[in-house]
């Protein structure tokens, strides 16, 4: 007789085959419990399962979406590329697909998102690839937002390129020695305890304490100068001294050397001063100005300007005048000779006069005259020279005279006529000394 393990109690059940009249299930167990004994059993399906049955069989199926209570997700499809995110009994939620160098950081007590690194100016560059991301040091790194920055330190570290630092801490009296490498040697740098510079004395010096173990601010212990280079060689020895040449004064107070030029003498170079407006100086060369006259020379001898001046001045017969920069020189008695193609002229003492002009030209004598003034006429044009008189005149011609004043007048007859006239009577009376033609004397 068949039996079957019953797994309530323990124990071997009897069971009949092909009780029913169809020779069906007499019992069926679930998950839990007995099952239903009947020789026809119905199979129905339950939260999310469908059950189609046909001839011999039964074919279960899930139905539906599967809750995240039976191991599901609660969701009909999911983002392609997209991250789960648990949502308790809730459906699962599903992030958008990831972009080049996202990632998924956790927000307190909300959902993570998807967010990039952010990099920080002049600090941290962050370059974003497909699958990748690069963090970098900014090609210009500014840290004076800190407080503070540590270099790579270690037991004599390698610094071996130009621009590498790192601090050796082997020397630890000093909690490490600065290396720097300048692209040819490494280079380190003194340091001191910053107590040292707390109250620095003038003029100290870094100087090692073997008993201390350090540098340390101290007196100069020679007290001079090694070695002091000059335009030309070289001084050396503890004791320098600064000597002045020509010209050159140097005196010494305490720590100062005072170095400056002597004044300058016939005998001695040294600074000389001057009126700015008797020199030009260009380029270092000083030159006296145009304006200033060193020396003039005369056909006898020379004169030597006195306070930048000198004197031009008339003897006997010589008079001089000047204008501008212009002197002129006159000798008394010496004609001037000028040409007159107008038809009146105010004649000057000393004046020779050409006429030059188809109609007659009146010449009225000099109103002021000095004894021995003379004037001169020549007729070159074709007209005729007409000498009128001021008030008070005369024209002494000969044994003949002009009428006196204003009407009398010296008149020339042909082309060519000439005439001269010296003064006798200051102001007043003039005499012909020379003629050439005829004149009319009125």
């Known amino acids: 007789m068949p039996y079957r393990y019953n797994a309530i109690n323990g124990q071997l059940d009897i069971i009949q ?14 998950d839990s419990g007995v099952g239903a004994t009947n020789a026809t059993i119905t199979i129905a399906g339950g939260t999310n399962i469908s059950t189609v049955s046909a001839a011999g069989s039964v074919t279960v199926n899930f139905s539906g979406i599967l809750p995240v209570a039976s191991g599901g997700t609660g969701a009909s499809s999911l983002t392609d590329g997209g991250i789960i995110l648990g949502s308790g009994a809730g459906a699962v939620t599903v992030t958008a697909q990831p972009t080049n160098g996202q990632l998924l950081i956790g927000s307190t007590g909300v959902d993570p998102v998807l967010a990039t690194l952010t990099g920080t100016a002049n600090e941290i560059d962050v370059t974003n690839g497909a699958g990748s991301i690069t963090l970098t ?10 407080t503070s920055f540590e270099v790579p330190n270690g037991a004599a570290p390698t610094v071996n390129a130009a621009g590498e630092i790192a601090v050796d801490t ?66 050396t020895g503890s004791t320098v001294n600064i000597v002045g040449g020509e010209g050159i004064d140097v005196t010494a107070a305490t720590d100062t050397v005072t170095v400056a030029g002597e004044d300058a003498t016939d005998a001695n170079k040294g600074i000389a001063s001057f009126v700015a407006a008797d020199f030009s100086v260009s380029s270092g060369a000083v030159s006296l100005v145009d304006t200033v006259v060193k020396t003039v020379a005369t056909d006898s001898g020379s004169a030597t300007p ?16 000047g204008s501008g920069d212009t002197v002129t020189v006159m000798v008394a ?51 005729a020279v007409a000498i009128a008189q001021n008030a008070g005149q005369t024209v002494h011609f000969g044994n003949s005279d002009s009428t006196a004043g204003a009407g009398g007048s010296v008149t020339s007859s042909n ?28």
């Not at 002091?228 to 060689?233: K, P, Q, V």
């Not at 006195?306 to 005048?321: D, E, N, P, Y």
């Not at 003492?349 to 109103?367: D, F, H, K, R, Y």
Request: net charge negative; with cysteine; charged share 15%.
């Open 137 to 146: 040091l900014s090609d210009t790194v500014d840290l004076g937002d800190h």
């Open 415 to 442: 082309q060519w006529d000439s005439l001269e006239l010296v003064c006798t009577t200051a102001n007043t009376d003039w005499a012909v000394l020379s003629s050439q033609g005829s004149w009319v004397i009125v």
């Open 306 to 321: 006195s306070s930048h001046g000198f004197t031009i001045a008339g003897a006997g017969a010589v008079s001089t005048s």
């Open 170 to 235: 082997t020397v630890t009296d000093l909690t490490g020695l600065f290396l720097y490498h300048d692209g040819t040697e490494v280079l380190g740098a003194v340091a001191m305890p910053i107590a040292q510079f707390t109250s620095p004395t003038d003029g100290y010096v870094p100087a090692y304490n073997a008993t201390n173990d350090e540098f340390e601010l101290v007196a100069n212990a020679s007290g001079g100068i090694d070695v002091l280079a000059g335009d030309s060689g070289t001084a």
């Open 333 to 383: 008695g010496i004609t001037e000779w000028v040409e007159e193609t107008t038809t009146s002229r105010a004649l000057s003492v000393n004046e020779g006069v050409i006429g030059n002009n188809a109609a007659t030209i009146t010449m009225t004598l000099p109103a002021v005259a000095s004894l021995g003034d003379k004037v001169r006429f020549v007729q070159k044009g074709a007209g």
């Open 17 to 30: 085959l092909g009780g029913g009249a169809g020779g069906g299930i007499n019992q069926l167990d679930g």
